[in-house]
T-cell receptor, first 113, second 113 residues
Framework: KAGVTQTPRYLIKTRGQQVTLSCSPI?????VSWYQQTPGQGLQFLFE???????NKGNFPGRFSGRQFSNSRSEMNVSTLELGDSALYLC????????????FGEGSRLTVL | GQQLNQSPQSMFIQEGEDVSMNCTSS?????WLWYKQDPGEGPVLLIA?????ELTSNGRLTAQFGITRKDSFLNISASIPSDVGIYFC?????????????FGKGTKLSVIP
């Protein structure tokens, strides 16, 4: 059974640009969550999607957005990138909603210059 | 946002030694989870705890859900080199809009052969 797949694994952007990250959940999993991981703040919840609807949102500015498609794949977008957006962005999937038992992908490492 | 205090921040131990780490919060959680993250990987779920006082084992790992619901402990017995990594505790509440996980900052474990 394939795990959670995130693309791209690494990317470098400059301030002011935007970025789109993609996540394919484990087959059959309908819930996708996104987390930002930085050395200073640790793992911070961004948002959760289930059945193409955002069910929960963390305390991040509106520059961070996401969506989920009918096949449960998800994308997140960060617009007007800032240096502080440099981080590992982790996607996690689960079969149902409201469970803490998450299956994480390897992450997309974003560097903003 | 809500913070979990995880300690110790890092530890160096000899192979074969037992390890203990803990996580505390100022507020109550309904679920406690422990994840491990290897370099270049996403976190992997080790143990999930759903009831105050619950003691659960997974091989050499044992975790407990504190009676007050404000803390949790993870013990690793007879450590081996592959135990190296960062261990995260995570708490989850229940109720609308509250299901996202709150993570501790992690305990970085190094095992000396």
């Amino acid at each position: 059974k394939a795990g959670v797949t995130q693309t791209p694994r690494y990317l470098i952007k400059t301030r002011g640009q935007q970025v789109t990250l993609s996540c394919s959940p484990i087959s059959g999993h309908r819930s996708v969550s996104w987390y930002q991981q930085t050395p200073g703040q640790g793992l911070q919840f961004l948002f959760e999607y289930f059945s193409e609807t955002q069910r929960n949102k963390g305390n991040f500015p509106g520059r961070f957005s996401g969506r989920q498609f009918s096949n449960s794949r998800s994308e997140m977008n960060v617009s007007t990138l800032e240096l502080g957006d440099s981080a590992l962005y982790l996607c996690a999937s689960s079969f149902g909603i409201n469970t803490g038992e998450l299956f994480f992908g390897e992450g997309s490492r974003l560097t903003v210059l | 946002g809500q913070q979990l205090n995880q300690s110790p921040q890092s530890m160096f131990i000899q192979e074969g030694e037992d390890v203990s780490m803990n996580c505390t919060s100022s507020s109550i959680f309904n679920t406690w989870l422990w994840y491990k993250q290897d370099p270049g990987e996403g976190p992997v779920l080790l143990i999930a705890l759903y009831k105050a006082g619950e003691l659960t084992s997974n091989g050499r790992l044992t975790a407990q859900f504190g009676i007050t619901r404000k803390d949790s402990f993870l013990n690793i017995s007879a450590s081996i080199p592959s135990d190296v990594g960062i261990y995260f505790c995570a708490g989850q509440r229940s109720g609308a809009g509250s299901y996202q996980l709150t993570f501790g900052k992690g305990t970085k474990l190094s095992v000396i052969p």
